[in-house]
């Protein structure tokens, strides 16, 4: 069962609005006195008073704080209505002294159908009132918080932490258990103390409320207040509404019914696990149905494939090798609107979902099917369990830099087996999705030859201060800037984004020398295990981009052997075509380090330079200046020193006649 519950329809994906309307000028007031709100009375002033056609209303949501005292802090009603022909959004705020105060503001599109704010108000005033003695759910020394809002999916209730009512025939009767599955909203009211949830209104300088703000996303209930239970009042109680048991799969009264009456009539009064048949996976040991998991959600949610976007993945796997827990979360649109689901699955393989409208523009994040097969790779027969399991998440993070070389925690997957990184390094601020990996409870992984042993004095093994370690993917660590690993006892180093690559096992190798007094530059070689001579090479720079089968067509001439290594990088640098005076006026305005100068040649009375230019807003600047500035890229190819001694000249004939070609330069390197 769910162990937390989630705000369906969130205030800021409404505020998509034309106009809006303030308050009254003259201030309104309601009576309220200890454990009695006049919420009926709330209701019938607010269609008065907003012009609202009252038929038309639909609940968005409510939020109640009452003190300790049993007094009110405030009621906070939002909802959607039509008035002067059009939809309109509303919110009304009644505070401590009774005083009512509201706003307004259009709002286009469809919305999911909801309840009519007056029921569920007139439920929240008789289950919650307990007159003057305080016996009902508003609990004299701890207070309450009231939150009604609707929710859509297959959810299941029952045992710790929720009481559960139904409101039925005018009166909360108790529920041992209740399922819903349906696409539909249904609304659920939770009455629990305020230690569980902290939340607020914002309100602006005029003293307008703008939000309902929350230190628990979206108003989850997930903590228990630090005093523990007060005798006779559990933290958390649960009020469905008769009018939603159509949505519901089954419902299990705690107290059995005999009068016959009842509206379940039409539904299953027995709850067992072949409800959620329809919903089910069979997990089994050392696999992951996360594939399968996929297909699932997409035909019970109604998400439309496509516009899906990765949230966060968690798997809990237990010592019995088998999955115990799967959590989902991911953005997607349904029905034309953009909605954040949560999807679950027990040990038993029970698959549970609930979906809220969401105003996140994560639109930018992969597709989920995308990191769950990166996932299911993973080899679970191959990683030691322990006593407790072993947990797998899946999250965004912005970090730029892993380090191996201290714990040994950072490893790629290949063909379903991790192999060990020492250094990996992005430079760009785009987020990745790494995979962690972890025993449960913290226990130390240990990782030899691709499998995951219990020893401690093996070499490639995450240290005792990693509880975890990072997993990337081979396709993941294509945008890193660096990448440094050990293979043959040789230390490898591959810059991925950069271009180099691993070919006929010939690494190369960036390393940086001084080029001048303020100025380094990357010098390259390349090391071949059957090569003991120096090499040498050839460095072009194109004006526009080049692919390196037309790259080795322009260096290579008839008569000239072709580089056995030919690789290219592009570069945030610039080609400008200016006259002389242009030239020197850049210069004199963008002197380095802000824009450096690597390489210029006059053509035709006109200078070509390749720019460097720092920081990115020089850009803008030289552009706005009417300079035209274009992307480079340089490729490098590597040859036998004797190859560029002898057909240096040919090389450079060929190249020269080239329109794309901007500068040419030769080196020999040693190793």
Not at 418 to 423: S, T
Not at 434 to 450: D, Q
Not at 639 to 653: F, G, M, T, W
Not at 656 to 665: A, F, H, P, Q, Y
Request: net charge negative.
């Amino acid at each position: 069962m769910r162990k937390q519950i989630s705000v369906f329809l969130l205030l800021s994906a409404f505020l998509m609005f034309t106009g809006c309307a303030e308050r009254p000028s003259e201030d309104l007031y309601l009576n309220s006195t200890a454990y009695e709100l006049p919420l009926s009375e709330l209701w019938a002033l607010t269609v008065n008073e907003t012009g609202v056609e009252n038929e038309s209303a639909e609940l968005d949501q409510l939020v109640i704080r009452m003190q300790d005292s049993g007094t009110l802090e405030y009621v906070f009603l939002e909802f959607r209505g039509i008035k002067s022909g059009e939809w309109g959004h509303f919110q009304v705020r009644m505070d401590e002294s009774g005083k009512v105060s509201w706003r307004e503001s259009k709002v286009k599109g469809d919305f999911p159908k909801s309840n009519h704010p007056l029921p569920v108000l007139k439920v929240v005033e008789t289950v919650g009132s307990g007159g003057s003695s305080g016996s009902g759910f508003f609990a004299p020394s701890r207070g309450l918080l009231v939150h009604a809002d609707f929710l859509a999916g297959s959810i299941g209730y029952g045992g710790e932490p929720y009481d559960l009512y139904l409101f039925e025939n005018g009166k909360a009767v108790p529920l041992d258990r209740i399922e819903f599955g349906s696409r539909e909203p249904w609304c659920q009211i939770v009455f629990n103390s305020p230690g569980a949830c902290n939340t607020t209104i914002k309100e602006d300088k005029k003293g307008v409320f703008n939000e309902v703000i929350s230190s628990e996303s979206s108003l989850t209930i997930s903590e228990v207040n630090e005093n523990g239970p007060e005798p006779g009042l559990p933290d958390h109680i649960l009020v469905f509404l008769e009018d939603d048991l159509n949505k519901a799969r089954c419902v299990e009264y705690a107290v059995e019914k005999t009068d016959g009456s009842s509206p379940l009539d039409l539904i299953s009064t027995g709850c067992t696990e072949k409800t959620l048949e329809t919903v089910a996976l069979t997990p089994e040991p050392y696999e992951l149905p996360l594939s399968e998991l996929w297909d699932l959600t997409v035909n019970e949610t109604g998400v439309e494939n496509e516009t899906a976007a990765f949230s966060n993945l968690k798997v809990s796997i237990g010592p019995q090798r088998s999955p115990e827990h799967i959590l989902l979360e991911f953005w997607g649109e349904r029905r034309g609107r953009w909605n954040f689901f949560h999807v679950e699955v027990n040990s038993r393989g029970a698959v549970s979902w609930y979906s809220s409208e969401s105003t996140d523009s994560s639109q930018e994040a992969p597709h989920p099917l995308e990191l769950l097969g990166e996932v299911e790779q993973v080899r679970l027969r191959e990683l030691t369990f322990g006593e407790e399991g072993l947990y797998i998440e899946v999250d965004k993070v912005w970090r730029a830099s892993y380090d191996g070389r201290l714990n040994n925690d950072v490893f790629v997957l290949k063909d379903g087996s991790l192999l060990p990184l020492e250094l990996v390094r992005f430079s760009s601020a785009k987020p990745r999705y790494p995979i962690t990996i972890g025993k449960r409870g913290y226990h130390n992984v240990l990782v030899k030859e691709n499998k995951t042993t219990g020893e401690s004095d093996i070499t490639f093994l995450p240290g005792k201060e990693a509880p975890s370690f990072t997993v990337f993917t081979e396709e993941s660590l294509s945008e890193a800037e660096l990448l440094v690993y050990t293979e043959d006892e040789e230390t490898v180093t591959v810059c991925p984004r950069a271009g180099y690559m691993l070919i006929n096992n010939i690494t190369v190798v960036p390393t940086l020398v001084p080029y001048s007094e303020n100025r380094t530059r990357y010098n390259y070689y390349a090391e071949h295990p059957e090569r003991e001579v120096p090499d040498a090479v050839i460095e072009i720079t194109f004006k526009d981009n080049v692919s390196l089968p037309e790259a080795v067509g322009i260096i290579s001439a008839s008569n000239i052997p072709e580089p056995y290594l030919l690789f290219q990088r592009r570069f945030r640098d610039y080609y400008i075509n200016v006259s002389a005076e242009e030239y020197e006026y850049i210069k004199k305005q963008y002197p380095e380090p802000y824009v450096s100068y690597e390489a210029e040649k006059p053509v035709k009375g006109r200078f070509v330079a390749v720019l460097s230019i720092h920081p990115e807003e020089n850009v803008e600047k030289l552009k706005q200046e009417g300079i035209t500035l274009k992307k480079t890229l340089s490729v490098w190819a590597i040859y036998d020193p004797e190859v560029l001694q002898n057909e240096s000249d040919a090389i450079i004939n060929k190249l020269e006649g080239e329109n794309e070609i901007i500068s040419v330069s030769f080196e020999l390197l040693f190793r």
